[in-house]
């Protein structure tokens, strides 16, 4: 009897709705023309020129089911294609290069990332797993700044636009055409419209943790520069928390921090290779006089990478015990208020109090040995 009755339910199920089993009555079956690995990672961008390239689907992952007229989720789909196709097709910078390019566009990013088969230890990872790693990352930076500096819709002007290059000719192309630079290394614009551009130049970015940390790095500077009012103030007085800013996200990524936007580079080495805890906790230690006063009069590209490690580590305490403050103090200092105003009149400290209070957090949380953050 019970056999009997779910055949009938089943079988009226199939009359009612439109669909069919097949398609669990949605009128449309996922397209298998894509990389299983990536399913996830496709559906969290707004679009891949990868996914749109397929025939089948048109990038909606999703085509008609064969075995029915269809059912409630066609039209939707066929819509999605359709806005795919315009996305697809409005491409001011492939206008520029003359080619179709690999890019990928999120909530807060456009990315071009051409970079071939790129290394990752012994093996290689192809451009597309890259981009989609990358764009993964970078909204990792968005959603932490987002929830630290309280942004709602609006508060940013426009997207990021990042790309990455297997070619120095290419970049060059894009440096002279669409930022104005004859620069040759990695180069970002940031405040109105903020460009950044790079190329896999041997050695520096031409493997995945490299490039997914410097994309990772300069997406929080870019986002701060566009947050709230079009403007970069790592040389007017805001140096300390762009470069905190900076270095934070990738550091919460990554667990450690690599890059360096500063003016006089050095290669050959890397400020406690990167993981600073122990670092900072042993210097703070050793050093009475107060660390904050000259970092808070430093521009970001003047400073040594040890600076910059300070920067983060007064970063870190800031999101740890003033989180909403953060964004007040970022309003005050684009309206160009003096670093130690703001910090004075949201902390409701002097700059010397201030910098007792995070020393003294130093001191009780940070490890001598190894890189763990006591109490989390
Ligand atoms: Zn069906
Ligand atoms: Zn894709
Ligand atoms: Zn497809
Ligand atoms: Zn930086």
Redesign the pocket.
């Known amino acids: 009897m019970l056999l009997v009755l779910l055949l009938l339910s089943g079988l009226s199920g199939a009359a009612d709705d439109q669909g069919c089993r097949r398609c669990e009555h949605r009128g449309v079956v996922p397209?298998?023309?894509?990389d299983k690995n990536l399913t996830a990672a496709e559906s969290e961008v707004l679009f891949c020129s990868r996914?749109a390239a397929?025939?089948?689907?048109?990038?909606?992952?999703?085509?008609d089911c064969a075995r029915c007229e269809g059912g409630p989720e066609n039209a939707a789909v066929e819509q999605r294609r359709a806005s795919i196709r315009d996305w697809l097709a409005s491409t001011p910078i492939e206008a520029r290069l003359g080619r179709p390019l690999p890019r990928i566009e999120t909530e807060h990013f456009r990315l071009v990332v051409e970079t071939g088969d790129v290394r990752e230890g012994r093996k290689k990872v192809d451009q597309h797993s890259l981009i989609h790693a990358i764009a993964g990352d970078v909204e990792a930076v968005a959603r932490g700044l987002d929830e630290h500096f309280v942004v709602v819709d609006g508060d940013y002007f426009t997207k990021m636009q990042m790309w990455i290059w297997g070619e120095p000719e290419s970049h060059k192309e894009v440096m002279l055409e669409l930022i104005g630079s004859g620069s040759s290394g990695d180069f970002k614009m940031l405040g109105r419209a903020p460009k950044f551009s790079v190329w896999t130049e041997p050695n520096l970015f031409d493997r995945v943790d490299t490039i997914r940390a410097l994309f990772a790095h300069n997406a929080a500077h870019m986002l701060l520069s566009n947050l709230e009012r079009e403007l970069w103030f790592g040389d007017l007085g805001g140096g300390w928390l762009d470069a905190g800013v900076g270095h934070y996200y990738e550091y919460e990524l990554f667990g450690r921090s690599t890059q360096f936007c500063i003016e006089e580079a050095t290669l050959s080495e890397t400020y406690a290779d990167g993981v600073w805890r122990a670092a900072i906790r042993k210097r703070l230690d050793k050093e009475d006089r107060p660390q904050l006063p000259p970092l808070l009069d430093r521009n970001t590209g003047a400073m040594k990478q040890s600076d910059q490690a300070l920067c983060w580590s007064f970063y870190e305490w800031l999101v740890l015990h003033h989180a909403a403050k953060l964004r007040p103090m970022l309003d005050d200092l684009k309206q160009k208020m003096a670093a130690r105003d703001v910090l004075k009149t949201h902390l409701g400290l002097s700059v010397l109090e201030i910098d007792a209070a995070w020393r003294a957090w130093v001191a009780a949380s940070y490890p001598l040995k190894g890189d763990k953050l006591r109490g989390r």
Not at 31 to 34: F, G, K, L, V
Not at 54 to 61: I, P, T, V
């Open positions: 397209c298998t023309n894509h996914a397929c025939e089948a689907c048109g990038g909606a992952l999703l085509v």
